[in-house]
């Protein structure tokens, strides 16, 4: 589907309903009102109360932002707040980040909205990242750009097409899920990057010929080739739309070498001797 210019809030009821790939029926089964009733509202026919559009917008699973869009549509006004992460009321959410970002060391772990941008890290994602250009780094960091551009991490991945595939894949059901423009655009210029030479399997010490159970990434840096299984954390039932946004990236070590080089980035940070983490 193309972004829309300016759509009203009928047009706007059945591009998602069609993105979600519901009949009139299924959704007003759903809805528990009449697949007539949804017919009229697609088509202005009648005119939604601001009840009807949350309901709506809760079975068809569109973000708190959309919703947000889907009411002004109808000439109500937005419902979820969208807060900074520094604002009082967000100070649960910024101290259980925190309080994340700390458990989860030695393992990198950073922070990162809707448009994969760098909100926070802690200090072992910067060992990952030391071969990449200065100017990839400078904020706002986009997390995907770095990782695939190729003066980013992309020429220091081992496993590229794999990971390469892997990030697209997962960027276009975000795509699918928020239907939002500026990603879009983003999996357009990831798209144009050169994907690099096929992988290699075989020189993966893991590889014994069984299926992965997950997608890895196998990255050489300053202190040797690591090798992560990454995870994602988002907070539940979110009520407002930076919070729903939010989503914690924590790479964790893939085999024993990777968590003992790990291991000695803290101890060496501690002690104080220079790592060439910045």
Not at 130 to 147: F, H, M, Q
Not at 174 to 186: P, V
Not at 206 to 229: I, K
Request: negative net charge.
């Amino acid at each position: 589907m193309t972004a829309p210019d300016v759509l009203d809030v009928g047009s706007l009821l059945r591009r998602w309903r069609t993105l979600r790939r519901l009949s009139q029926l299924e959704l007003a089964s759903r809805a528990d009102v009449s697949a007539k009733h949804v017919s009229f509202l697609e088509t202005g026919r009648a005119r939604p109360t601001r009840d009807m559009l949350l309901r709506l917008g809760e079975h068809l699973a569109i973000p708190l932002r959309e919703r947000n869009e889907l009411l002004l549509a109808g000439g109500f006004a937005p419902t979820f707040p969208a807060r900074e992460l520094s604002a009082a009321p967000m100070a649960a959410v910024a101290s259980a980040i925190a309080k994340i970002l700390a458990a989860q060391e030695p393992n990198p772990t950073l922070v990162v909205d809707r448009h994969w941008t760098m909100i926070e890290a802690n200090p072992q994602v910067a060992a990952l990242t030391t071969r990449c250009a200065p100017w990839l780094l400078e904020p706002p960091v986009n997390v995907l750009r770095l990782a695939l551009h190729p003066e980013g991490l992309a020429p220091h991945i081992v496993n590229l097409a794999q990971w390469r595939h892997d990030l697209l894949h997962r960027l276009d059901h975000q795509i699918e899920a928020t239907g939002d423009a500026r990603l879009r655009e983003l999996a357009r210029e990831l798209a144009s990057y050169p994907p690099g030479p096929p992988d290699d399997v075989s020189s993966d010490p893991a590889c014994d010929g069984t299926v992965e159970l997950v997608v890895g990434l196998r990255v050489r840096t300053d202190f040797g080739e690591l090798s992560f299984l990454s995870t994602t954390t988002v907070f539940g039932a979110a009520r407002d739309v930076t919070v729903e946004d939010l989503a914690i990236e924590t790479f964790f070590p893939a085999d024993a070498a990777t968590a003992g080089v790990l291991r000695s980035m803290v101890a060496e940070n501690a002690s104080g001797v220079d790592t060439g983490v910045n």
